[in-house]
């Protein structure tokens, strides 16, 4: 059984805003969102950077009751989820206690803020710091089972802990439920809550921009001038859903998802490998039915790393043969880890619906070992496309493509 698949709903909460509006005004208006973290006072750390939200504010029917077992991380996961199923029409549909709605999301770790308290046990011999919700708030599945508690969902829930790419391995898992009709509906996508910890992941890998003292200038992907990441926060939530249903419900749909391919190196835990990385995007390109050249657009997953880079732009310079448009959002609001994938999905969705393409930001002259594509800069670019494609890659070597189709 192979059903067509649509997205009715996004929601989204990130430096650069809390609704998706705000999200893409943003990305018109061309604006970085990274500053200096005077907050972050740990020897040792190199980079000061980061891209915070530092204007979110919780929603007020959120009750105590609600949010014991969330932590940040989970908050702004069923935030975005919340906005996402309202603007599916949705939020008091009785299909999502059904059965047939079921949820995918993943963010690359739990809680910190949860972890500390529970190893404090450890750390401090005693169990003072640990109640009954810790664990709930620092496990690896936390956001889909707080987003599947809270909107009372019995369908299927699908952890995706694949740290960068937690959010599109999320939307594929999503997409095939679907698809193969195991599922209707799925609240699909990812979180990140920033941790200083998150940082010093990179750092020790001297993977981090060290720009401090001009933070709106980093990170800067493709760059042959780059340094370095930047990490970001947020959530990205899309709904998916089958298209005979949303289409009897009068729904609006924003996209149609049609290719979805997922692989792994099965090499080396962080050095990512350009061949099986294009694997991964042809894998997408058959499961769509289309030719390469169809696609009009890629969203690189453009990190700002050297390796990450280079390997990404040969992945598809081989496999489209040609020089195809790419950017990279990762310029505006950093790496948001766990949320990149469900973000850049829902900004590729909305850039494709606009005939307008964001320049990826800091982008002053492309490294010469990335391979020969179109890097969009500048203003961006105008464009009309059927097709676009959005990248991301994770720490595992962990490969993931998907496809959405204008509707």
Request: aromatic share 8%.
């Amino acid at each position: 059984m192979d059903r067509r698949v649509v997205v009715t709903g996004m929601g989204a909460v990130t430096a650069m805003g809390s609704t998706v509006e705000d999200i893409f005004h943003s990305l018109k208006q061309k604006k970085n969102f990274v500053r200096v973290m005077d907050e972050w006072n740990i020897e040792g750390l190199r980079t000061k950077l980061a891209a915070p939200i530092d204007n979110f504010v919780q929603p007020s029917h959120y009750s105590r009751k609600n949010t014991r077992s969330w932590g940040r991380v989970s908050l702004l996961a069923v935030t975005a989820s919340e906005n996402a199923l309202i603007d599916a029409g949705l939020l008091n549909d009785a299909v999502l206690t059904s059965g047939r709605t079921g949820v995918a999301y993943g963010s690359s770790s739990g809680s910190i803020d949860a972890v500390c308290d529970f190893y404090s046990v450890i750390n401090n011999n005693t169990v003072a710091n640990v109640t009954s919700s810790t664990y709930i708030k620092m496990m690896g599945h936390t956001c889909p089972v707080n987003i599947s508690v809270y909107f009372k969902l019995t369908g299927r829930l699908i952890p995706t802990g694949t740290a960068c790419t937690s959010g599109s391995l999320a939307i594929g898992n999503a997409y095939e439920a679907i698809k193969y009709g195991h599922q209707d509906i799925m609240i699909a996508g990812g979180a990140e809550e920033l941790s200083p910890t998150q940082a010093v992941v990179f750092d020790t890998l001297f993977a981090t921009s060290i720009k401090n003292d001009s933070p709106k200038l980093t990170p800067s992907p493709y760059d042959i001038g780059r340094d370095g990441l930047v990490i970001g926060e947020g959530a990205g939530t899309l709904i998916l859903e089958e298209y005979e249903h949303a289409k009897a419900r009068g729904a609006t749909i924003y996209a149609e998802v049609i290719g979805f391919g997922t692989n792994t190196d099965g090499a080396h835990i962080t050095q990512p490998n350009k061949d099986t990385m294009g694997k991964a995007l042809q894998l997408a390109i058959d499961c769509a039915g289309i030719a390469a050249s169809d696609i009009g657009y890629v969203n690189g997953h453009g990190t700002a790393t050297k390796q990450g880079d280079v390997a990404e732009t040969q992945a598809v310079r081989h496999v489209f043969g040609k020089t195809v448009p790419i950017s990279s959002q990762k310029s505006y609001l950093g790496h948001t880890l766990g949320a990149c994938g469900a973000l850049e999905s829902i900004m590729s969705i909305q850039m494709m619906n606009t005939d307008w393409y964001a320049p990826t930001l800091n982008l002053i002259s492309v490294d010469p070992d990335c391979a020969e594509l179109e890097y969009i800069t500048g203003d961006g670019k105008t464009m009309s496309s059927s097709y676009v494609m959005n990248n991301n890659f994770a720490f595992g070597g962990i490969n993931t493509s998907l496809i959405f189709k204008r509707v």
